[in-house]
C-alpha cells in the first residue's frame, strides 16, 4: 500500500478539504487497496486463462515500463477494458492520460507521484464538478458520493456507498482528527492485559456475549454484519480487544472473518506473509488448518495474539479456542501458521525471553528467518513444464495452486535457496498469492 501521509498530503495541497481528501481517499481504498501498481484481479485472471500468462502488480507494471507489454495492449488488455492503478483507471482514454504522463516523465506507470499528479490533474480538468465539491465541502458523505457515483461510476454505485463512505470516515479520524498517528498511546502490553482479562469467558458460561456484544456496539460494522452468539467469534475477540482500546486503526478496521481481515491487514501495511518467523509478543497469529506444512498460503480460518516467546514456543491468546478465551502453545514456524499482522504500537515494555531455537531446514536461505516474501526482480521461465516445488530440491513435491511454469511466464523472484544438493534454487511468487521454489538455472531475468 502507499504512504499514506503522502497521498494525504497530495490532496490537501490539491486544495481539497479535509473531508474532501478523506471522502477520496475512501474511493481509492476500495478501487486499489490504495496501491499504485494494482492491476485488476479479473484481468490478471483472464491473462492467465486466455494466454497462459501470470502477472502480478509487480510483474505487469513492470512488462509495461519495459515494452513487453505495448501501450495498445496496457490500454485495452486482449481488446477488452481492466481497471489499473490508484482509481483503476479503466477506458483506454482515461489509461492513455496516465501512461503519456508516466513516459514524459521517465517514470514508472504504477509510480505513485506520477499517479497523484495524474488524478488531480483529471479532477481539475475533466471533473471540475467533483473538484468543486472536495474543495468545498465539509461532510464526506458528499465527498465520497460524489466520486463515486461521478468519477469511479461503477455500474452499481448505490450498493458501494455505504463501504466507500465509512473507508472515507476512517481516514478523516485517522488525518483531520487525530493527526498521523491515531493511536500513540496504546502498546501491545495494553492489547494482551485485555486479553487476559478475558481468558475464562465461555460460550459454557455465556461470557463470550460480552465480547460480541462489545463488537456489534462498534460502528460501522464490518460489511455490515451484526455477528449472532452462536457464530465463531475467534476475530470477534480480535477487533473488540483493539475497540476496547480505541486503538481499531492499529489494525486497519474490524473483521469478524479471518480471511477477510487478512485483506485488510494487507492494505494497512502490516501483514507479514511468512509463517516461519519468530514472531513478537502483541503480533496477531492467523492460521489455515488445512495444511501442515510451510509456506502456507491457504484460507485463514483462525486468528489470535502472541502473549510470549520462550525458545521455540509461542504462547497464544486467542477467542473462540475451545469456545473460550484461552491460551495455546504452538512450535515457531508450525506449518499451520499463515502468517502474521504486526501493529504499530507505542513503544511497548514486553520482551521476547530467550532467543528461539528454529529446527534447520533442507535448504539455507540468504534469509536467516527464511526465505523473503518481498519480490526483488522480475523473471521468465526458459522451459516448459518448469516444476514448482514446496522447497527447494527435486525431491519435494509441486505446489497444487501451480505445479508447473510455461515458457515466458513470469513471476517474481523473491529469494535466493540452496537445496540440500547445493543447488541454487529460487523462491517466487506467481500471480499475487502463491508461492513456491523453481531451479534457478531455468529462470532468466527480465
Partial sequence: MADLKTVWKALKDAGMTDAGAA????????ESGIIPNRLEILCMQRYRERLGKIYS?????????????????????????????LAQWTSPNRKAGLYDLAQSKGTSVGDLSTQLEYLVHELKTSYKSVCSVLTSTNKVQAASDA????FEQPANAQAMRKERTNYGYQYYSQFALKGDD?????????????????????????????????????????RGYAVRYSDSWCDTCLSAAFIKANAVNLIGG????????????????????????TPKPGDIIVYNWDQKTQPNDGYA??????????GNTITTIEGNYKDAVGRRTIAVGNGQIRGYARPKYAKSTTKITTKPNVEKKPATSTNSTGPSKKPKWVGASKINGLNVRT????????????????????????????????????????????????????????
Wanted: hydrophobic letters at 40%; one cysteine or more.
Fill in 23 to 30: 471522502g477520496l481517499m475512501g474511493n481509492l481504498k476500495a
Fill in 57 to 85: 502488480d509487480e510483474s505487469y507494471t513492470a512488462a509495461v515500463d519495459n515494452g513487453l507489454i505495448s501501450r495498445s495492449e496496457f490500454l485495452s488488455p486482449m481488446g477488452k477494458q481492466y481497471g489499473y492503478g
Fill in 147 to 150: 466520486v463515486l457515483i461521478h
Fill in 182 to 222: 491515531p493511536v500513540p498511546t496504546v502498546t501491545a502490553d495494553k492489547i494482551l492485559d485485555i486479553y487476559r482479562s478475558w481468558i475464562g469467558y465461555s460460550e459454557a458460561n455465556g461470557k463470550h456475549k460480552k465480547i460480541v456484544d462489545l463488537y456489534n456496539s462498534h460502528k460501522p460494522l464490518a
Fill in 254 to 277: 474490524t473483521e469478524c472473518g479471518v480471511e477477510e481481515h487478512v485483506k485488510i491487514f494487507k492494505r494497512a501495511g502490516i501483514w507479514l506473509e511468512d509463517g516461519t518467523i
Fill in 301 to 310: 480460518d483462525h486468528i489470535g495474539i502472541v502473549e510470549s516467546v520462550s
Fill in 391 to 446: 522447497w527447494a530440491g527435486t525431491e519435494f513435491k509441486n505446489i497444487m495452486a501451480w505445479p508447473k511454469l510455461n515458457k515466458g511466464n513470469l513471476v517474481d523472484v523473491c529469494d535466493t535457496v540452496k537445496s540440500a544438493a547445493g543447488e541454487d534454487w529460487y523462491y517466487i511468487r506467481i500471480g499475487t498469492y502463491v508461492f513456491g521454489f523453481v531451479m534457478a538455472k531455468y529462470i532468466k531475468k527480465v
